[in-house]
C-alpha cells in the first residue's frame, strides 16, 4: 500500500444521511391519548375555577370534553375531526365575556401541560394558538 492510499484510501465509517422529521405540535404532546388526558384534567380545573366555572352549569360536560379534543387535535395539527361550531359562534351568546375569561382558559389549559411534563416552548405554542382564537371567542 503505497503513502496515497494509506493516507487517502481508507473509507470513513459512513454516517447514514439523517432525514429530518417535523413532528406537528399533535405529535410532539404525545397524539390522541395525550390530548383526551390533558383535556379531562383542563375541564376539571375548569370547574373548580371561580372566575369561569359558572359559564358551563348546565353543560354537558363529557360532550363538551368530546368537542374540545376534536378542535385541539384539529388545531396542534392532528387529524381533523371537528364539525362542531366555529369559535365566533360558539360563544357568541355568553354574557360578559372577557378577557380576564380567556386569560383563565388560557391558564388552565397551560398549567395542564406543565403537569403533564409537556416542555415550555410547546406550552407556548399552546397559548399562541389560544390566542388566535381570542377575539373570536370574545366576539369582536
Ligand atoms: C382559547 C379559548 C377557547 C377555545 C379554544 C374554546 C373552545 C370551545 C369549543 C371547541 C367549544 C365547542 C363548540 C360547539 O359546541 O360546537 C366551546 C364551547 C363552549 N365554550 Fe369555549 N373555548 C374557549 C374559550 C372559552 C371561554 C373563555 C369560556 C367561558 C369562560 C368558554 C365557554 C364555553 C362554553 C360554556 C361552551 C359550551 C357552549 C354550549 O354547549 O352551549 N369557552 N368552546
Redesign the pocket.
Known amino acids: 500500500m503505497g503513502i496515497f492510499s494509506s493516507l487517502f484510501g481508507k473509507k470513513e465509517p459512513k454516517v447514514e444521511a439523517e432525514t429530518e422529521v417535523k413532528l406537528s405540535l399533535y405529535e410532539r404532546l404525545g397524539g390522541e391519548a395525550a390530548v383526551d388526558a390533558a383535556v379531562d384534567i383542563f375541564y376539571r380545573k375548569v370547574l373548580m375555577d371561580d372566575r369561569?366555572s359558572e359559564?358551563?352549569d348546565g353543560?354537558?360536560m363529557d360532550?363538551?370534553a368530546k368537542?374540545?379534543k376534536a378542535?385541539?387535535t384539529m388545531v396542534f395539527g392532528g387529524p381533523n375531526k371537528?364539525t362542531?361550531?366555529d369559535?365566533r359562534t360558539?360563544?357568541a351568546g355568553?354574557k360578559g365575556?372577557s378577557d380576564i375569561?380567556?386569560d383563565?382558559?388560557?391558564e388552565n389549559l397551560g398549567a395542564t401541560l406543565k403537569e403533564l411534563g409537556v416542555p415550555d416552548s410547546d406550552i407556548a405554542e399552546v397559548a399562541a394558538i389560544?390566542e388566535s382564537?381570542?377575539d373570536d371567542?370574545l366576539n369582536r
Open positions: 369561569i359559564y358551563f353543560i354537558d360532550a363538551q368537542k374540545q378542535f385541539l371537528y362542531g361550531k369559535m360558539a360563544h355568553m365575556l375569561h380567556v383563565a382558559v388560557v389560544a382564537v381570542r371567542v
